[in-house]
């Protein structure tokens, strides 16, 4: 039996005549947190809303908890949803759409509601309407966390968050991952995703580029290399092994070198260059 929470295959997405994601094949295994880098219209949101049938692909397979709730309706209850931007109704009070958010699921979230409530310092008695960007973004977090869902699909969860508040919010997905709980991660934050995921994948224009474990993306073959020569310093990626880069560097003859690691951020962006023709 497999242990993937999700599995993607072959998944493809036009808007009309734009391709949106292509043959996108991807798979998060039970109790990961999974980040999924890319930059603003990479795809990210779009194979989300394929994964929860928000919207209709155009070809491929998407398998939720390994089939075995037959069906994505049922799939659904065992869900936590956050989109990147979450709409409420304006004059109710946080705590009113919290229960309503609850009800729905009919289920009793009272005691968990409260407990995320308290660690995230969420004005229960506000109504939405007089909400800051971060204070509902802490009132979406608490819909999708309190019915304790075995998988979390989080679009962009943490902007609009203060450093402080982003802390806690992590505290929690990892408190969940441990019980057993599968995160899957959308960001463009580099740094939380480094931090907090155990694999990641990163998506540009639909494709998907790479997928590993953090510390392996982290220690990349690329490697950044910076030389001082006549007096002058200059920077340069370089890709070969490293018999090749000692005979790049002869060829160059500089006085000195130094020779390290992408960041997570520089292998993104990186990734991200535009290929010359």
């Known amino acids: 039996m497999t242990n993937n929470v999700i599995d993607i295959k072959d998944l493809q997405k036009y808007y009309g005549k734009n391709l949106a994601v292509n043959d996108l094949n991807l798979s998060v295994q039970k109790g990961e947190i999974f980040g999924f880098l890319g930059a603003n219209g990479a795809g990210k949101s779009t194979v989300i809303r394929c994964l929860l049938g928000l919207i209709h692909k155009t070809r491929g397979q998407v398998t939720l908890f390994g089939g075995q709730y037959g069906s994505l309706t049922e799939s659904l209850a065992h869900i936590g949803y956050l989109p990147s931007e979450s709409q409420f109704y304006p004059d109710m009070k946080v705590r009113e759409v919290i229960r309503l958010a609850a009800t729905a699921r009919k289920r009793d979230c009272q005691a968990?509601?409260?407990?995320?409530?308290?660690?995230?310092?969420v004005p229960l008695d506000k109504k939405i309407k007089d909400l800051s960007l971060g204070n509902r973004k802490k009132v979406a977090i608490v819909c999708a966390l309190q019915h304790k869902p075995d998988l979390l699909i989080l679009d962009e969860p943490t902007s609009g968050l203060d450093p402080l508040m982003q802390e806690r919010f992590f505290a929690l997905i990892k408190e969940a991952c441990e019980a057993g709980t599968t995160c899957f991660l959308s960001s463009h934050n580099l740094s939380e995703v480094k931090n907090y995921c155990d694999r990641a994948a990163i998506?540009?224009?639909?494709?998907?580029?790479?997928?590993?474990?953090?510390?392996?993306?982290?220690?990349?073959q690329t490697k950044k290399i910076t030389?001082?020569?006549?007096?002058?310093?200059?920077?340069?990626?370089?890709?070969?092994?490293?018999?090749?880069?000692?005979?790049?560097?002869?060829?160059?003859?500089?006085?000195?070198?130094?020779?390290?690691?992408?960041?997570?951020?520089?292998?993104?962006?990186?990734?991200?260059?535009?290929?010359?023709?």
């Open 203 to 220: 998506i540009r224009r639909g494709e998907l580029l790479r997928v590993d474990r953090i510390e392996n993306l982290t220690r990349s």
């Open 227 to 277: 030389i001082w020569k006549d007096g002058k310093e200059e920077h340069f990626h370089f890709d070969g092994s490293s018999s090749q880069l000692l005979e790049r560097l002869q060829d160059l003859s500089p006085s000195d070198f130094l020779v390290e690691e992408l960041s997570l951020e520089e292998l993104f962006h990186h990734y991200y260059e535009e290929v010359k023709s």
């Open 112 to 121: 968990e509601a409260e407990r995320i409530c308290q660690i995230l310092e």
